[in-house]
Structures are given as structure tokens and as C-alpha cells.
């Protein structure tokens, strides 16, 4: 992997390492672009604190911190700084406010949560109502309509277990608007090696047939995901496997 724009800190309170570990451990691996992009902190209207994100007051040194480390490793890789963000549109201005002011780099899209950060709407819980994966796919589509994300991440990652049909068409129609806007969709590496019901293939067929670009994307929790080659290499295998080439490097969208 030339590049690699999904990276976490322990900042989320489920990633492990110092941010010089997942630095070193991406340029032993070759990789020449090292994005950082943590759960993004995000501003609950009802002051509800999230335990898997950083705090909004947390989100200046994360910056901070990792402007300084791309200073001293310039001449060994090259440092981006971004978040991994849920599109909830009560809150985006908010959320695309601070980062202007922070000077991140880009934003990538995990949707983790449909609506509002609730266990009862967490993607991964199995559901196999079509209205369920309809909300998903409507959320989904009008956050990359914003313009704001430079790619999709796990685009799978939502645990429908209904009708293969509904499914087929749903994801068909997310694949055509995520082409449609030249959004890339990631082929999440830490789900393949963990055993994650994604990256999946009935999924990714759908990006085949409709001719989507694609991204590997590490989704590192702990430093050594970045100097996994077996992993990388599996993963690169799996999309290739299904007729997908995966970017090398991917444009940044501008904030």
C-alpha cells in the first residue's frame, strides 16, 4: 500500500499506541501517505458525551500533536490530518465549522450510527427491516451529496439481514450516487482480518457491476495494522478477486 487514510489514536478510547508508533510502524510497512483520521469529536445538542470519540476540547492537540510529528518525519512520509466522521445533518455544520477552524486535511464517512448515536441504532446490530437499510442508504447518500468526504468508508458496514432482493437494490442505488458524485468506497481492512461481516462480497460485486473506484483502507486501531503485509495483501487479494482495482492514492476533498 502506497497510502493509507484510516487511522485511529487512542483518543477514541478503543485504539491503542502513541501516534510515533502508528508513524513507524506505516513507514516499515512502505507506506509513503499516512492519513490520521480518529472518530471525529462531535457536539451533541443535549450534551451527551460519546465514549468511542474524542472530545471537541480534545480535538486541538490531536491536530496539534500530529502537525509537529509530520514536521519531523517530512523527509521519511508524508502526514495528513482528518476524521472519520457519521453524517447527522442537525449537526454537520457544526461539525464542518470546527474543522475549518482546526485546518484538517479531509473528512472520510463512517456511519456507524443511523440518526442519532443510540445502541438501538448502531449499524452493526443485525436488523432485517427494509426500512432500516433504506434510512441507511437515504443518510448515507445526502451526507456524500454534501460534498464534504473525500471517500466512503466500509460502505458494508451495515448489518441488514432481510430480503437479498431489497438489499440488491439499495446498495445498487448507494454504489450509482457514490459514482455518480466520484466518492471511492473503502474495502475496510481491519473487518477482513478480524472476521467482520464486512468488507462483503455481495456488496462489493454490486460496486463491480456498477463500476464504482475503490480504496483499501487499514482502519488501524493499534500501530503494528500499518506494517501488517499479510493483511494488506489479503485484502488487496479480496478486491482483486472480485474485479476491483484498488486507488493508490485518492484526491482530497475539500472541508
Known amino acids: 500500500m502506497k497510502a493509507n487514510y484510516h487511522t485511529h489514536t487512542a483518543r477514541c ?3 491503542v499506541g502513541e501516534e510515533r ?3 513507524e510502524n506505516a513507514i516499515k510497512g512502505g507506506i509513503q501517505v499516512l492519513g490520521f483520521s480518529d472518530h471525529t469529536p462531535q457536539i451533541f445538542p443535549d450534551g451527551y458525551v460519546s465514549g468511542v470519540r474524542m472530545t471537541p476540547e480534545e480535538a486541538p492537540e490531536y ?3 500530529l502537525r509537529e510529528l509530520g514536521k519531523e518525519y517530512r523527509d521519511d512520509i508524508e502526514l495528513l490530518v482528518g476524521f472519520e466522521a457519521e453524517y447527522a445533518k442537525e449537526m454537520f455544520g457544526d461539525l464542518t465549522a470546527l474543522c475549518r477552524r482546526l485546518g484538517v486535511d479531509y473528512l472520510i464517512m463512517g456511519q456507524h450510527w443511523l440518526l442519532r448515536e443510540e445502541p438501538d441504532r448502531w449499524c452493526f446490530k443485525p436488523n432485517p427491516s427494509r426500512e432500516w437499510l433504506t434510512l441507511y442508504v437515504d443518510q448515507v447518500i445526502e451526507g456524500l451529496s454534501t460534498g464534504a468526504f473525500t471517500y466512503l468508508a466500509h460502505p458494508d458496514v451495515i448489518c441488514y439481514t432481510g430480503d437479498e432482493e431489497w438489499y440488491q437494490k439499495e446498495m445498487t442505488r448507494l454504489c450509482k450516487e457514490a459514482k455518480r458524485m466520484a466518492i471511492p468506497l473503502e474495502v475496510n481492512m481491519l473487518g477482513l482480518v ?6 462483503s462480497e455481495r456488496f462489493f460485486r454490486i460496486a463491480a457491476e456498477v463500476g464504482n473506484e475503490i480504496v483499501v483502507g487499514c482502519d ?3 500501530p503494528e495494522a500499518l506494517s501488517d503485509l499479510v493483511g494488506q495483501e489479503r485484502t488487496l487479494s479480496f478486491a482483486r478477486a472480485l474485479g476491483l482495482e484498488p486507488l493508490t492514492e485518492v484526491s482530497l476533498r475539500k472541508i
Open 194 to 199: 478480524t472476521d467482520r461481516p464486512y468488507p
Open 13 to 15: 478510547h478503543h485504539a
Open 220 to 222: 488501524a486501531h493499534s
Open 21 to 23: 508508533e502508528y508513524i
Open 63 to 65: 491536530v496539534g500533536k
